[in-house]
């Protein structure tokens, strides 16, 4: 994985747990790679994995079974979009709306590119 260098390592990690769940390639209560595991495939220290652990477990999205490993809670999925929707509102959206505004975009200009791409099979 290639990391992007204006957001901390561990949550640029967390993106991609959340990039599953979202795509629904782990369910509620399914166990996730461990810590170890992840480490190896993301190329970090297993201290920087734990770390993206310990966040994702304290926003309820897994949970530890001691001597079992981590998995995916029941509302996970629930709580990672209100996590992302909140985010993407308070740091996406801004810039995006700034940018239409010198562009000269509208609101009817976007349902126009939407529609479209949803029509190409998008979504």
Known sequence: MEFKEN?????QIADRFFENILQKKWDS??????????????EVNP??????F?????KGIIYNKRGIGYFLAEDGLEKTIA????????EELPVFFRT?????LTIEDLK???QA?????AV
């Open 54 to 58: 310990n966040y994702l477990q304290d």
């Open 83 to 90: 996590l992302k929707k909140e985010q993407f509102i308070q």
């Open 29 to 42: 209560g399914d166990k996730i790679p461990s810590i170890r595991d992840m480490a190896v495939e993301f």
């Open 100 to 104: 239409m505004q010198l562009l000269g």
């Open 117 to 121: 791409w949803s029509n190409e099979g």
């Open 47 to 52: 201290n920087t994995t734990m770390r993206t």
């Open 7 to 11: 957001q901390a390592i561990y949550l």
């Open 112 to 114: 126009k590119y939407a």
